[in-house]
């Protein structure tokens, strides 16, 4: 089975701290992705990418960077924490360069910025 | 562009009734694939199905069916005879290779199953 891991399930971090989200998938798949899932909006993706040190904006980048030095960990960084990124934050990863791959999601982050 | 609406934002139904879940598309793409997940309280997206854009045969999995009509651009997903377990958000999904693999997500449904 895919197997994508977050590192933390809850966390409560306090306005401009800088926060690392972290995740790893054990299935040697090249994309990786990270979302934000908030109610009435469904998720929106922040970042993607396609390969080790590759790293393309989704839809709402702002406020967020992204590091993948290894091909099984990507991660998500918010250098200075805002209360409006209080949310669930969702990593997924999905196989290959051809389309139409299933992509496979995390358990989810939560983060509550205060 | 790319887009996936689900309408019906929250759905509840008491035990063993059947409950259809709607989702319309829209790409210029010819080839594309939808998806249906599945978000249980515990949070992780479970995938539920896979679908190309040149199949457009029904699919049944136990209680589970889904109906694509391109005709209509709309992937529905049926639960016959619902139980508490499936109380969950659903989630459809679009992706287009022409896209960069890109995935559009609806905003789901959230489904109550009433025991």
């Known amino acids: 089975d895919v197997k994508v891991t977050q590192s933390s399930r809850y966390l409560v971090k306090r306005t401009g701290e800088k926060v690392f989200l972290e995740c790893v998938q054990d299935m040697d798949h090249e994309n990786m992705f990270w979302y934000r899932q908030d109610p009435g909006l469904g998720l929106r993706l922040i970042y993607f990418?396609?390969?080790?040190?590759?790293?393309e904006k989704g839809d709402i980048p702002e406020g967020y960077s992204v590091s993948r030095e290894k091909k099984e960990r990507f991660s998500l960084i918010l250098e200075s924490a805002s209360t409006n990124q209080t949310s669930m934050y969702l990593c997924?990863?999905?196989?290959?360069?051809?389309?139409?791959?299933?992509?496979?999601f995390g358990e989810g982050s939560w983060l509550t910025v205060v | 562009a790319q887009k996936v609406t689900q309408a019906q934002t929250e759905i509840s139904v008491v035990e063993k009734e059947d409950v259809t879940l709607d989702c319309v598309y829209e790409?210029?793409?010819?080839?594309?694939?939808l998806f249906w997940y599945k978000q249980p309280p515990s949070g992780e997206l479970v995938f539920l199905i896979r679908r190309n854009s040149f199949d457009e045969q029904n699919e049944i999995s136990g209680r589970y069916s889904w109906n694509f009509q391109k005709s209509t651009s709309s992937f529905n997903f049926t639960i016959t005879a619902s139980q508490v377990v499936d109380s969950a958000v659903y989630f459809c999904a679009l992706i287009s290779p022409n896209t960069g693999n890109q995935f559009y997500f609806g905003t789901g449904t959230s489904l109550t199953v009433i025991p």
């Open positions: 790409t210029r793409d010819t080839t594309y694939y």
């Open positions: 990418s396609y390969d080790v040190k590759m790293k």
């Open positions: 997924a990863s999905s196989p290959g360069q051809a389309g139409g791959n299933t992509i496979y």
